[in-house]
């Protein structure tokens, strides 16, 4: 018999995946370079050369049986052992090894995260606008995911609402800073009182509520600023990271769980996803792009061309009398649609090649979400397309 739960999935694809298939046929048609695709959060820079050079020293130089082995179920100890000093270092957290579990990217680390501390029935709060893809991470523990109504147009956290959700019944809040769709880059004041509600909530309830941090986009930070870092303010803090953007490594699916020193189960929540990866068939990341990445901890991609393109989009959205936030961080922008139905709005902007994403996909109404991780020359090729879609709405 099929599994009913994933034969229900077919029906509810991602419209972000949807949106760049529908890119790739337009393509096709009219050529890639006059398609505006803005639709998926694929990174447009290659890898820093620090990372190519430890991939070949690495092929060249070690004992292939031992390089293409298996690592032990907790992943490989020098990478561990790597970024456990990589974090003390950046964030001034005493992290060890045994506090480190490599994961198949930021959505294998929220997976485990999430199943090592919640139960079936349990509750995730997190916070709209969310990734869609926290709805099947959830649901796939049994738990259950309730979003906290949005705060526009910041997109700062609604706090207020989110206290009163607060119940007995929640395990664990997934939060995602800096975000995405909106790029917001959540506050330290956020972050504290955020941290106070769940230090007071968890008293009350006899519990520890977790705080899931799922944190991809930490090193695309704009205008300076520095991204404060969600387990200094909360010891009850699983931080997921993925090396994904920061080195431009989608496709080799490495990530990571930090779990931070002074948690709740601290001595046992490593081992405890250990086990979880025997129950998922998860088994570690490859041994060799462990190893590599544990030589590259210090480094990033060539990062600054996504502010550059964000300050041309911004510039030219706000000219064109759209309501926007400026992001703090992400390669997104968040921009309000030019009229209530967003996904109305994205279907006339086909009509000009330009390629978007509606918020609804999001948890939100009435916003489009612009992935602009993509070269800066056809961003500029893409501004009369814009005028021509706002043009339409006068």
Known sequence: MLNEMYRRMLSN?????????????????????????????????????????????????EDPVALHGYCPNQGDP??????????????????????????TGAAGAIAHALRAVTVPGDEVLTFAPYFPEYGPYVEG??????????????????????????????????????????????????LTRLAAILTQKSQA???VIYLVSDEPYRDIVFDGQTVPYPAAFYPHTLTCFSFSKSLSLPGERLGYVAVRPGCEGEEVLVDMMAQ??????????????????????????????????????????????????????????????????????????????????????????????????????KVRRSLPALEKLAASYR
């Open 13 to 61: 694809k991602s419209v972000i995946r949807e949106t760049a298939a529908y890119g790739h046929q337009r393509a096709a048609q009219i050529g890639y370079e006059n398609v505006f695709d803005y639709s998926l959060g694929n990174p447009s820079v290659p890898c820093p050369p620090a990372f190519t050079r430890a991939m070949q020293d690495l092929l060249a130089q």
């Open 78 to 103: 020098g990478f561990r052992t790597a970024v456990a000093a990589h974090l003390r270092a950046k964030f001034g957290l005493p992290y060890e090894q045994k506090d480190i579990f490599p994961t």
């Open 141 to 190: 523990t049994g738990a259950r995911l309730k979003v906290v109504p949005p705060q526009a147009p910041a997109f700062q956290p609604n706090l207020d609402a989110f206290e009163a959700m607060v119940t007995p019944s929640v395990a664990a809040v997934l939060i995602n800073t800096p975000n995405n769709p909106t790029g917001v880059v959540y506050s330290a004041e956020t």
């Open 205 to 207: 309830y006899g519990h």
């Open 276 to 377: 979880i990866s025997r129950f998922t068939g998860h088994n570690c990341p490859p041994s060799i792009i462990q190893k590599a990445a544990a030589r590259c901890l210090d480094v990033t991609s060539d990062l600054g061309v996504y502010q550059t393109n964000m300050d041309i989009l911004y510039d030219a959205l706000t000219a064109l009398g759209f309501e926007v936030e400026r992001p703090g961080g992400t390669f997104y922008i968040f921009p309000k649609a030019l009229e209530a139905d967003a996904n109305a709005f994205c279907r006339r902007a086909r009509d000009f090649d330009l390629l978007l994403v509606p918020s609804d996909t999001f948890g939100v109404k009435g916003y489009v979400r612009l992935a602009y991780c993509i070269g800066t020359e």
